[in-house]
């Protein structure tokens, strides 16, 4: 039986509802009908309440999530946002872990000028969140290999190919509110979606090996850059299908999966075999169960073998062999470096990608940005672990840029900035504003970092790079399942501790202990890093040595790779 999503989408293919009648009763504070609630969601919208205020009652709010791919911000856009989330939102930007921005605490009464100043801005909310294809990620260094400019422009392209078109987005948001529904145009079935856009979400990312800054294999769709041996020339991509982390607490059915990498492809046959894919995704996925609904489970379901001959048999062409590729690291870069092109960009770590002005005297980030951007030209860029870039300064303005941000109280030396650990760190967002949240995160995070170095200090590891990060659920918003420590809500204050991911991102982690009180983190921690302390390889990481001594049944490096189909 189909769920009542799919009885929704297929009554409203335009995915209107009665958003323009809500939105222009000016005594309404928020949506009430679940359709208007659900295609909010492909309009990059969610309602949300401050869940901190919810004893006394609910305060109705927005997250609004912008399209940024490959997590490029133009600086008139980020002054342009920055000026919105001032006077409709928080106060906030946050840098998401999927390359995007989302404003926080938007009320209804400003929803309808943030999203059409976001529009007027050149950018889009239009299928951030949804049953479709989300922001596509790219690696967002500026040119530091000669692949990286048409990486990015790759993964331009085939985000303005995924975009649905059928739905009532530009009508409500772009041109107006209309009320009369008689003259809006009738519904169409989108010409790549069909009239029930796809069972459930849909992503998309491009790495560039050895750096897998995006975690490639936890989309989706993904594409991995090969150069030519001979020439160093971008000459096609390794294709990766069926990634995806969410899971469910006591849901044996729904697990993280690494993504399967089954065939080469050339830059040229990029757009169809994306766009085949996702209808791959629309066709075959479980439409009548929302937990079992991502393209991962057809591909757990039907195997690596029988996708590849079903994406040849509507491509029409056959895939090339999967060339070697490696992933062995990920991060971004911090402080001032050069570009290929002699110019320079600035890598900035945001705690957990909020962008804000701290009240009590530390960085006034949100303002140090508008106040470069708002003097020198330069472009942003998001990075899929939270953080950010300046890229494409002049040599004449990197001075000048630097004194801005002291000003404001924000570093730009890298050791200054943070600690390996945080630089490295992610949280996702859980309390006050997740409906989902089962545990706090963005707001734990740099206590439960601070207690993390504690005991990685007790042990002489203080200056050990360990790649941690915390949901407040196991969705896995902040990719937990792709750290060498993660933590998972599982209640208020209660956690799941996941160990042994490694760098490359291309082995998952495992549950090391189910039920860990957050004021027990330390005790939990302790057996597992001393012994690492004692134990360890030369060299070896933190992530390796739990996937190697925790658990020896399994073959650690075997596992590293994932098998070509
Ligand atoms: Fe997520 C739902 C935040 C990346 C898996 N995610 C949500 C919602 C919208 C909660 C909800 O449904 O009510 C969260 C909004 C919280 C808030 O207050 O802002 C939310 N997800 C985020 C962000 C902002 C987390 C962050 O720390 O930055 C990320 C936005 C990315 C973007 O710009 O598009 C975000 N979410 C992810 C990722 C990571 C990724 O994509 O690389 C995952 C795991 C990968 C995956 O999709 O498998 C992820 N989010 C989920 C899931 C579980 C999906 C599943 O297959 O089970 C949900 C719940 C759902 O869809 O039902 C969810
Ligand atoms: Fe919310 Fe869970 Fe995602 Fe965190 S991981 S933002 S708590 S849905």
Known sequence: MAVSNEILKAADPALRGSIPEVLADAGANRFEEEADLQFLKFHGIYQQDDRDLRRTAKHWQFMVRTRQPGGRVPREQFLAYARLARRWGNETLRVTSRQGFQFHGVLKAGLATTIREINAALATTLAACGDVARNVMAPPTPATTSLASEVQADAALLSDALLPLGTSYHDIWVEGVKLDLADAPPAKPDPLYGATYLPRKFKTAFAIPPNNDTDLLSNCLGFIAIADPATGELAGYNLAVGGGLGRAHGNQQTFPRLADVIGFLSRGQLVEVGRAVLQIHRDWGDRTNRKHARLKYVLEDHGPAWFRAELERRVGFTLGEVRP???????????????????????????????????????????????????????????????????????????????????????????????????????????????????????????????????????????????VRITGCPNGCARPYLAEIGLVGKAPNRYQLWLGANFGGTRLNRVWLDNVRGEDLPAALRPVVQRFAFERRPAERFGDWCARVLWPEQDATAAALPAAA
């Open 325 to 467: 590729w490696e992933f062995d690291r990920q991060g971004d870069a911090f402080g001032w470096h050069r570009q290929q092109d002699g110019r320079w960009f600035l890598g900035l770590h945001v705690t957990a990608g909020r962008v804000r002005d701290d009240a009590d005297g530390g960085p006034r980030f949100l303002a140090a940005l508008e106040a470069v951007l708002g003097a020198h030209p330069a472009e942003m860029r998001l990075t899929a672990s939270q953080n950010l870039l300046l890229a494409d300064v002049a040599d004449a303005d990197v001075e000048s840029i630097t004194t801005i941000l002291a000003a404001h109280g924000v570093a730009v030396d890298p050791a200054a900035q943070a600690s390996g650990v945080r630089r490295l760190s992610m949280a996702c967002p859980a309390l006050p504003t997740c409906g989902l949240a089962l545990a706090e995160s963005e707001r734990w995070l740099p206590q439960a970092l601070g207690v993390i170095e504690g005991v990685l200090g007790e042990y002489g590891l203080g200056g050990e790079d360990v790649v």
